[in-house]
């Protein structure tokens, strides 16, 4: 059934759905054998959900696809949230049980990217390269060595193309489905699933896709508020090391175990933006531009702000990044802690306001309509 579901009419794929939903309904309340089945069922569709056609290998290493399966399949996974079932169930039942789905299928969202071999091959001397995790002066060593200019990964190959055909395909998939499905149940798993993610990240650093995992991690931490207002009143927006100490008290494990892994993963990504180019470089600066205030500090936001506004004359959607965090800066930060700082930030606006903009709706002209409102500001 799940197999043949991307041939199914709208009509056909709402009716499957619905009578799939019957049947975990009916396993769910029998209890631990809706787990067994489930759990195999959720990962065995994940991995079929995120299998597509051979890609080449720059599109493998640069987390890109054309035309994937994922983008038929999302149908399915968002709506096992939204269609009812044909009997109506209280509201209290229906919240635990798609809580319960949910749970499964991030569970298999968690172990498939363990799961992959992702290593790389270097074309020219046939080595795997591999970094020991936790060590980012190696992990620096290895990017210089493997790639004569940062990041560069032209002469990579991929060492088990399917396992990186599946990721590929996989991180697209789950920035679509974590934004889109039950974005409260994910807080439950934020932590877990970005702990994951970044000890991936150190492991593999030339793959730009747990970049963009830890990313959406953020992103949805930002949008929720997870954070908010954890940190001392003396210490928001100043320099901060990512300690306990620095919290107020009584704020949940989950938030102060979020806090003090993002706080020092960001660090080790400050230090690789410097070794790293292209789709590289711009995940990692969609990463730290979309980081909620508590976690970072303006100063160390400078230099990736720059190279965003410096990339965005070529590539626009990395400049709109940039804009939304000084916009956020503006907004939230107090004047007397953004204004030193002010000279330096609309300094990198120059290139934008010195030259005509592109047509009036293209994506270089609203660039520089955003530039011309955050300089009057």
């Known amino acids: 059934m799940i197999m043949q579901f991307p041939r199914f009419s709208d009509r056909v794929r709402f009716l499957t759905i619905q009578s799939f939903l019957e049947l975990l309904w009916v396993l769910h309340k029998k209890g631990a054998i809706f787990v067994t089945f489930w759990s195999r069922v959720a990962y065995q569709a994940l991995i079929l959900t995120c299998t597509g056609p051979e890609i080449s290998v720059e599109q493998m290493m640069d987390v890109k696809s054309s035309e994937p399966m994922f983008k038929e399949y999302i149908y399915f996974w968002e709506n096992l949230f939204k269609i009812p079932l044909r009997n109506p169930i209280e509201e209290s039942d ?123 991690s953020l992103q949805i931490c930002k949008g929720s508020g997870f954070v908010k207002g954890i940190l001392k009143e003396d210490l928001y927006g100043l320099s901060h090391e990512g300690s306990e100490a620095e919290l107020k008290p009584d704020i949940p494990s989950v938030q102060r ?63 709109f990044v940039a804009l939304d965090a000084i916009e956020v800066w503006i907004k939230d930060l107090p004047k007397a802690l953004l204004k030193p700082h002010l000279a330096n930030i609309f300094e990198n606006f120059n290139d934008y306001l010195a030259v005509v903009g592109g047509t009036e709706g293209t994506l270089q002209s609203l660039v520089d309509e955003r530039l011309k409102g955050l300089a009057g500001k």
């Open 94 to 216: 229906q919240q635990i049980f798609h809580s319960a789905i949910y749970d499964q299928i991030m569970k298999s969202l968690i172990s498939i990217p363990q799961n992959l071999d992702l290593n790389t091959v270097d074309s020219e001397v046939s080595e795997i390269v591999k970094v020991r995790e936790n060590d980012i002066s190696e992990a620096s060593i290895y990017v210089a060595n493997t790639s004569h200019s940062s990041g560069d990964i032209t002469r990579l190959q991929a060492s088990n193309p399917k396992d990186f055909a599946i990721f590929v395909n996989f991180v697209e998939f789950c920035e679509l489905f974590l934004h889109r499905a039950k974005t409260n149940d994910f807080l439950r798993w934020i932590y877990i699933f970005s702990q994951v993610q970044v000890a991936l990240s150190t492991k593999y650093p030339l793959v730009s896709g747990f970049y963009r995992l830890c990313s959406t």
């Open 257 to 319: 175990n979020f806090f003090i892994l993002f706080t020092k993963y960001l660090k080790e990504v400050l230090v690789r933006l410097r070794l790293f180019k292209d789709e590289l470089l711009v995940s990692c600066l969609k990463l730290i531009l979309n980081i909620p205030q508590e976690l970072i500090t303006i100063n160390e936001l400078l230099i990736p702000l720059k190279d965003a506004l410096r990339l965005g004359q070529s590539f626009p959607p990395i400049a």
